[in-house]
C-alpha cells in the first residue's frame, strides 16, 4: 500500500451545476482523486497539499476547443489584422500594407491576414496588382479571414516560383489575369501548400511568439484541450507540436489531426491508443470535401473509397463539409462505410448547411457532428443578407443535432473567430448575431446543453472521453472556474461569466 496517499492540490469551496453534496476536488498525479465534501477532502490534505479556495465560484470540466487550427491562430497573432473593422475598402488594406513594409527590414515578408472580400466596398479580393502598388520592394501575402484564400505581390509570386507556366494544384485554384493567363495574385485553397513553400522564411521565434500568445488567450478562456484540424499536418508537423509542447509553450491537451494524405507516414505511432500523458495526441484523419473548383472534390465514390480504406488501417475520418450538397455527401460515405465497420465515430466538420433533408441522413450515418455556432454570432448578419432564410433557420443547426441526439461537439476554427467557448455558447442559446438580430432562432438549445458539447461531446469526438470532459474521479483534472453558474441565469450576457481561473492536469495555468 502506497504510503503517500496525500493529494497534491485541493479545491475548497467549489459549486457545481449539479452538485449534490460535493463541494470540493481533490487532485493527485495530474488527475482527480476525489470529489466530494470538504470534511471528504480533508482526509486527503496533507502538509504538502496546496489549498485553493474557490469562493463558491462554478467549477466544470475544461473547455476542448474540437476544431481549430493553432498554427494559423498563433500566426496571424503576429501578424498585420486587416480585417473589416481595421479596414473597410481595399484603399485602406493598400495603406496599412504601406506602413507596415516601412517596418520591415530589407527583403522580409510583409503578412497581414484577416480581409473578407465580401465585406469590403469593393466587393472583391484584392489582387496583384493592388499590393504592388502599395508595396513594390518586398515580398507581401495576405490571407483572407477563412483561411481559404490568399493574395501575394509580384515579388511573392515570384520567390515561391509562380508564373504563367504555373499549372492548378489538384484541390487549390490559381487566380488567372483574363488576357494574359498570368496569376493575378489570388491563390484559392492553396493555403498548406504557400505555407509549406514559405517555411524557409518562417522565422523559429516568431512561430514561438505567436504561440505563446495563442496559449495564453486559450488559457484565459477557460480552454484546456484543443484539436488541431490542418490538412496539411504530417509527420513533420507533429514534430513541431511535439516539440513546442516539449518547450511548454502549449498548455492544453494537443490533438493533432493528420492530413489524410499523410496517414501512411503515421504507420509507426500507435493510433488507437491515445498517449494523453503527454498532452499530444494522434486524432483523425482530416479529408477536406470541397465545392471550390464547382463540383465535389473528391467525388461520393472516391470519398467513401478513402474512408474505407483509411477506417480499415485503424482510422478515425473528420470530413471537412459546410456546403448541403457536401453534407449529404460525406454522410453517404460515412453510412457506407460504417456497415463494413461499426463504431467508428467518424466526424462531419462544419456541417454548416443543415437543412432538415440533410439532418436524417448525418443521423442514419452514424457520424458525430462538430459545428461552429460561434459564427452565428460572428457572421449572422451577413448571412441574414447573402443566404436563403430557409439557410439562415438551419446553419450551425445546433437545435436539429439536439433533436435527432446525434453527438456534437463545438470547435471555433480559429482563426476563423477567436476561440471564446463563453460567447459560443451564449450563442447557442440565443442564436443571435453581433448586433443582436436572430439567426435561426428554432435552433436555439439550453445553455447546459451547449456546454456538454464544448466539454464531454469534444472529448467523445476523439475517444477521451473516458480521460476528459467530466469530473469524475480517475479523470484528468482539466477543470474551469466560472464567476457565475450560466445555466442558473437563463440566459446571460457572455460578459457577466467570467473565467476566474483554468486548470489543467491539476496545475493552475492561469487566473483572472
Ligand atoms: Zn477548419
Known amino acids: ?33 476525489l470529489v466530494g465534501t470538504d470534511a471528504e ?37 503576429t501578424k498585420l489584422y486587416c480585417g473589416p473593422e481595421r479596414a473597410p475598402t481595399i484603399t485602406d488594406i493598400k495603406e496599412l500594407l504601406e506602413l ?97 513553400s514559405m517555411i524557409p522564411y518562417r522565422d523559429q521565434l516568431e ?24 490538412i496539411g499536418n504530417d509527420l513533420e508537423r507533429w514534430n513541431l507540436f511535439k516539440r513546442l ?16 494524405d499523410y496517414c501512411d507516414e503515421f504507420s509507426c505511432l500507435p493510433i488507437a491508443t491515445n498517449h494523453l500523458e503527454t498532452g499530444l ?22 470519398l467513401t473509397d478513402t474512408i474505407t480504406r483509411l477506417q480499415l488501417k485503424g482510422w478515425q475520418v473528420a470530413v471537412h463539409a459546410v456546403e448541403q450538397e457536401a453534407i449529404e455527401c460525406a454522410a453517404t460515405a460515412i453510412c457506407l462505410a460504417s456497415k463494413i465497420k461499426s463504431g467508428a465515430r467518424h466526424r462531419i466538420e462544419h456541417c454548416s448547411e443543415g437543412d432538415p433533408t440533410v439532418i436524417p441522413l448525418v443521423d442514419k450515418s452514424g457520424a458525430i457532428v462538430v459545428t461552429n455556432p460561434g459564427f452565428v454570432w460572428h457572421f449572422g448578419d451577413r448571412y441574414r443578407s447573402t443566404l436563403g432564410s ?41 442564436r443571435v448575431s453581433k448586433s443582436g438580430n436572430p439567426v435561426g432562432k428554432e435552433q436555439a438549445i439550453p445553455i447546459s446543453q451547449g456546454i456538454k458539447a464544448y466539454t464531454y461531446g469534444a472529448a467523445y469526438s476523439c475517444f477521451q472521453e473516458g480521460q476528459l470532459g467530466s469530473i469524475e474521479r480517475g479523470k484528468f483534472a482539466d477543470l ?3 464567476s457565475r453558474d450560466p445555466t442558473g441565469l437563463g440566459y446571460y450576457s457572455p460578459t457577466d461569466v467570467n473565467v476566474e481561473m483554468t486548470v489543467i492536469r491539476g496545475r493552475v495555468v492561469y487566473e483572472n
Not at 121 to 134: C, G, I, M, S, T
Not at 140 to 147: A, E, N, T, Y
Not at 403 to 426: E, F, Q
Open 245 to 260: 509542447k516539449t518547450l511548454g509553450l502549449l498548455d492544453p491537451q494537443v490533438t493533432m489531426m493528420v492530413g489524410y
Open 390 to 430: 430557409n439557410i439562415v433557420s438551419n446553419i450551425y443547426p445546433t437545435g436539429s443535432l439536439e433533436n435527432w441526439k446525434i453527438p456534437w461537439a463545438i470547435g471555433s476554427d480559429a482563426p476563423m473567430i477567436m476561440p471564446d467557448p463563453i460567447l459560443d455558447i451564449y450563442t447557442c442559446a440565443t
Open 281 to 302: 495526441s494522434v486524432g483523425p484523419a482530416k479529408i477536406m470535401l470541397s465545392l471550390t473548383t464547382g463540383s465535389l472534390i473528391p467525388d461520393q465514390k472516391s
Open 207 to 230: 512561430l514561438e511568439k505567436g504561440i505563446i500568445l495563442a496559449n495564453q488567450w486559450l488559457i484565459s478562456k477557460g480552454i484546456t484541450a484543443i484539436q488541431d484540424a490542418g
Open 100 to 196: 507596415e513594409a516601412r517596418k520591415t527590414p530589407q527583403g522580409g515578408w510583409v503578412k497581414g491576414w484577416g480581409y473578407d472580400h465580401e465585406l469590403l466596398l469593393e466587393k472583391r479580393h484584392p489582387n496583384r496588382v493592388d499590393l504592388d502598388q502599395a508595396v513594390p520592394n518586398h515580398p507581401v501575402r495576405l490571407d483572407h479571414v477563412s483561411g481559404h484564400a490568399t493574395v501575394m505581390n509580384t515579388m511573392a509570386m515570384n520567390k515561391l516560383g509562380f508564373s504563367e507556366y504555373s499549372v492548378d494544384p489538384p484541390k487549390g485554384v490559381i487566380g488567372r489575369e483574363e488576357e494574359s493567363g498570368f496569376p493575378s495574385g489570388l491563390f484559392l485553397d492553396m493555403g498548406e501548400y504557400i505555407g509549406k
Open 480 to 482: 474551469v472556474l466560472l
Open 41 to 77: 477532502t480533508r482526509d486527503v490534505t496533507g502538509c504538502d497539499t496546496k489549498i485553493v479556495d474557490c469562493q463558491d465560484m462554478v467549477m466544470i470540466p475544461g473547455f476542448h476547443d474540437a476544431h481549430l487550427h493553432i498554427l494559423r491562430l498563433s500566426a496571424n497573432l
Open 1 to 33: 500500500m502506497s504510503l503517500n496517499y496525500k493529494a497534491d492540490i485541493v479545491f475548497r469551496n467549489v459549486s457545481f451545476i449539479h452538485s449534490g453534496r460535493a463541494n470540493s476536488i481533490a487532485v493527485k498525479d495530474s488527475k482527480i482523486y
